[in-house]
């Protein structure tokens, strides 16, 4: 009974992340605020400040992880109750 309870546990956390990936699919980026600190520790640094992150291209935002399946899994599932629904 316990394994059950932890496995409703673990399916219901990652169906609420899928939920909440889907809704919030973008974040700050964190490597150019790692690039900054670095920046900031290493004093005036080496590196060109003008030049566009690679991970995020300047934008400052980043996909989470999973954010394309998420949408992709959360928008199937939808479509299968509401087609379940229609009939
Ligand atoms: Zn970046």
Same mark, same amino acid.
């Given at each position: 009974m316990a394994v059950l309870t932890v496995v409703a546990?673990?399916?219901?956390?990652?169906?609420? /992340?899928l939920i909440y990936t889907k809704?919030?699919?973008y974040r700050p980026c964190r490597w150019c605020r790692w690039? %900054? @600190?670095r920046q900031a520790r290493h004093g005036r640094g080496r590196r060109r400040l003008g /030049?566009?992150?690679w991970r995020c291209h300047g934008t400052?935002?980043?996909?989470?992880w999973g954010a394309w399946? %998420? @949408?992709?899994?959360?928008?199937?599932?939808?479509r299968a109750i509401a087609?379940?629904?229609?009939?």
């Open positions: 546990l673990a399916v219901l956390a990652l169906v609420l /992340r809704f919030f699919p690039r %900054a @600190a /030049r566009a992150c400052k935002l980043t996909r989470r399946h %998420a @949408a992709k899994l959360v928008d199937s599932i939808g087609e379940r629904g229609a009939d």
